[in-house]
């Protein structure tokens, strides 16, 4: 029996050698993260350790938000990105798989044993011991371990795309919030300035200088209630904000209280011609480009599926009462008469000419957004460069001559707060425009995927 053991061990031994077991370099899935948002850390969970059930509670931002701390809270918490991060895991796992042999099989086979006439039952048993190996040809392995390569890969592009998407969202969630915290604060130093109205008519009115019912009165008033409708209707906006901002870590309700930021804008926008040609290496566009790949590596697989791979068999037969021991070795391959895998490779590659026009259509919408964007932001530029140089400048002239008008005793102090409160719906409009202007710039870099240069050093987040 120990002969039979060396014997059935030197066996296996030679069908493994013969099978291979080369492994093959492991390229990251994950791709060099683009240049927006790249001091940033973002969620990646790591390959040795299983997901857990329990997560981490996550303290929220409390007090005063800056961008940096919204951004940081997004990028390692938004559920969204986190999802696509296991995703891109799970890929590099099927990838471990893709480059293991097939199991050996060991048969065990007892013949002739029970039976009648001549034989003698038990004596006259043969024993056999055998080994299967499936061997693949027509490099089935390494072509498995490419596809899986590729789809990592393309698995880790779509990482990116949510990175950056969650950034951008981040990014205009905060401008919102700053946007509408100011737009509350204006809206009421423009409903202060119309209580001062209507106080003035009504002391007019007891002083019997105009009557009860005075058109101005009338007017005023409407003004004021309105304003009042136009301030609760900004603070649902900023609640709804706040909501949305808090969404984007995965929090369910905000618990910090103020967002501090600037809305200055100091950013240099290129031409339409350089950033449609930056646009063409775009993240979406290079996400698809992987998948191309991806689709590529299918077909050369399917191709792969045409070779029949082969079985060898390998193992001792043994027949205990003489001790005779005899060697096994047989070869298996199956004949393609009529399967060859030509139905899956031709699907394979009709796939692979979606995935072109896919990225043929890919690169013309992300010319048109890109096009849009830069109109808009173009557009919102010019509304703010008309408010600063033409309109405000005039009204902040109205409300100094008003004052002064009204020192002299040429016009009363009605004049005054009317003057004051076009000013401050002035900058209300400004302020709207200006928030436009940072959105659209947030979109036209989320498009290209990297930041656009500014004027001054200015970090950006």
């Known amino acids: 029996m120990r002969l039979i053991r060396l014997q059935y061990w030197i066996l296996l031994a030679i069908i493994l050698s013969v099978a291979g077991c080369a492994r093959f370099p492991a390229p990251t899935a994950w791709p060099a993260t683009s240049g927006l948002g790249s001091s940033l850390n973002a969620y990646r969970p790591s390959a ?34 986190r999802a696509t991060a296991w995703a891109v895991r799970a ?80 990014v205009q969630s905060f ?20 209580r001062k109205v209507v106080q003035l008519f009504r002391e007019r009115s007891k002083a019997g200088r105009i009557a009860r019912r005075d058109l101005g009165l009338i007017r005023a008033e409407i003004r004021l209630s309105r ?25 369910h309700k905000p618990r910090f209280h103020h967002a501090a930021g600037r809305l200055g804008d100091r950013t240099v926008v290129p031409d339409l011609d350089r950033l449609l040609t930056r646009s063409r290496l775009s993240p979406r566009v290079r996400a698809w480009q992987a998948r191309v790949a991806s689709r590529r590596g ?19 037969r043994v027949l205990p009462d003489s001790g005779s021991v005899g060697f096994l070795v047989g070869l298996s ?40 964007a830069y109109e808009n932001v173009s557009a919102s530029k010019g509304t703010l460069r008309r408010i600063d140089t033409l309109i405000l400048p005039k009204a902040q002239t109205a409300v100094t001559v008003a004052l002064d008008a009204y020192r002299e005793g040429k016009e009363g102090y ?31 870099e989320l498009l ?14």
């Open 414 to 444: 009605l004049a005054v707060l009317d003057a004051q409160r076009t000013l401050v719906q002035l900058r209300v409009q400004r302020l709207s425009a200006q928030a436009g202007l940072l959105m659209g710039l947030a979109e036209l």
């Open 298 to 316: 299918a077909v050369d697989l399917a191709k792969a599926g045409a070779i029949p791979s082969l079985t060898i068999t390998g193992g001792t």
């Open 448 to 461: 290209l995927g990297e930041p656009l240069r500014v004027k001054s050093k200015e970090k950006r987040p």
């Open 333 to 372: 391959i199956p004949l393609p008469f009529f399967d060859r895998n030509q139905g899956a490779t031709r699907a394979a590659r009709f796939r692979v000419a979606e995935a072109r026009e896919r990225l043929r259509g890919a690169r013309v919408q992300i010319a048109t957004l890109v096009t849009k």
């Open 91 to 170: 890929r590099e796992a099927e990838r471990l798989q893709a480059q293991v042999l097939p199991n050996p099989e060991l048969e065990v086979s007892v013949e002739d044993f029970g039976v009648s006439g001549n034989l003698r039952g038990a004596r006259e048993m043969e024993l056999t011991f055998a080994v299967r190996q499936v061997i693949w040809l027509g490099g089935h392995r390494a072509r498995r371990t490419r596809l899986a390569a590729r789809r990592s890969r393309e698995a880790g592009w779509r990482y990116e795309l949510r990175r950056l998407v969650v950034l951008t969202r981040t």
């Open 175 to 194: 401008i919102a919030v700053v946007t509408a915290q100011r737009l509350v604060t204006l809206v009421r130093r423009e409903e202060a300035l119309g």
């Open 227 to 251: 304003t009042g409708l136009k301030r609760l209707q900004l603070q649902r906006q900023l609640t709804e904000a706040r909501q949305n901002l808090a969404a984007q870590w995965g929090g």
């Open 48 to 81: 040795a350790n299983p997901p857990s059930r329990k997560t981490r509670r996550f303290k929220e931002p409390t007090g005063t938000l800056t961008l940096r701390q919204a951004l940081a809270a997004a990028l390692v918490h938004n559920p969204e990105l």
